[in-house]
């Protein structure tokens, strides 16, 4: 068992409702929600529940060095973790609700590039709702915005409210190919054109 995938299934038998899983995202789900990055130009990409850096990695080997890259999640020994790991990267230990105080603390005007882990269907109406205006009120009017859920859960009652909140808050919401090479299998919403809270 790698550092990692034992520093998560720490932190989900501590926190199991923050961190939702006993696992780390996979490669191929993290080139999934990596897609909407830009491959040239100095994006600014922002990263909600990082937790060990499974979508940390990806993100960063396309960036290049290139634009901002924010991780932010309310476990600190994830973001000291994933600080440690990557020295490039700006990891703040915050609530992703605090979005609009980050980025003007940074002086970044918008995020191009929203991408996500944060356990959607663990959380109740009003945090999902919360967390979506606080990011549709940063991200680029041509930004996207990616995240997952879990085959297994997709019809479950939270999950089934994400997906309408996602309608709401979107001009365009595409789902993705089953990625199988997750444990569990999982499915990508590709969001874009955000409509303001």
Same mark, same amino acid.
């Given at each position: 068992? /790698?550092?990692?995938?034992? /520093?998560?299934?720490?932190?989900?038998?501590?926190?199991?409702?923050?961190?939702?899983?006993?696992? +780390?995202?996979?490669?191929?789900?993290?080139?999934?929600? /990596?897609?909407?990055?830009?491959? /040239?130009?100095?994006?600014?990409?922002?990263?909600?529940?990082?937790?060990?850096?499974?979508? &940390?990695?990806?993100?960063? &080997?396309?960036?290049?060095?290139? *634009?901002?890259?924010?991780?932010?999640?309310?476990?600190?020994?994830?973001?000291?973790?994933?600080?440690?790991?990557?020295? *490039?990267?700006?990891?703040? &230990?915050?609530?992703?609700?605090?979005?609009?105080?980050?980025? %003007?603390?940074?002086?970044?005007?918008?995020?191009?590039?929203?991408?996500? *882990?944060? +356990?959607?269907?663990?959380?109740?109406?009003?945090?999902?709702?919360?967390?979506?205006?606080?990011?549709?009120?940063?991200?680029?009017?041509?930004?996207?915005?990616?995240?997952?859920?879990?085959?297994?859960?997709?019809?479950?009652?939270?999950?089934?409210?994400? %997906?309408?909140?996602?309608?709401?808050?979107?001009?365009?919401?595409?789902? *993705?190919?089953?990625?199988?090479?997750?444990?569990? +299998?999982?499915?990508?919403?590709?969001?874009?054109?955000?409509?303001? +809270?």
């Amino acid at each position: 068992m /790698s550092s990692s995938t034992l /520093s998560f299934a720490c932190e989900f038998l501590r926190e199991p409702r923050s961190v939702a899983s006993v696992t +780390p995202s996979s490669q191929a789900l993290s080139r999934q929600v /990596s897609l909407p990055i830009p491959a /040239s130009g100095q994006p600014t990409v922002i990263e909600l529940g990082p937790g060990t850096g499974a979508f &940390t990695r990806q993100i960063q &080997t396309t960036l290049g060095g290139r *634009g901002h890259h924010l991780a932010v999640d309310v476990n600190a020994r994830f973001t000291a973790l994933i600080g440690e790991r990557f020295p *490039g990267l700006d990891a703040v &230990t915050a609530d992703a609700r605090e979005l609009p105080r980050l980025l %003007r603390e940074r002086r970044l005007p918008h995020a191009d590039v929203i991408v996500s *882990g944060l +356990p959607w269907a663990a959380f109740d109406a009003g945090t999902q709702r919360d967390i979506l205006d606080a990011l549709t009120a940063v991200l680029h009017p041509d930004g996207g915005f990616t995240t997952f859920a879990y085959v297994h859960a997709r019809w479950s009652g939270p999950a089934r409210r994400f %997906r309408a909140a996602l309608n709401e808050r979107f001009e365009e919401v595409v789902l *993705g190919r089953t990625v199988w090479a997750n444990v569990p +299998p999982a499915l990508v919403y590709h969001c874009r054109r955000p409509r303001r +809270p």
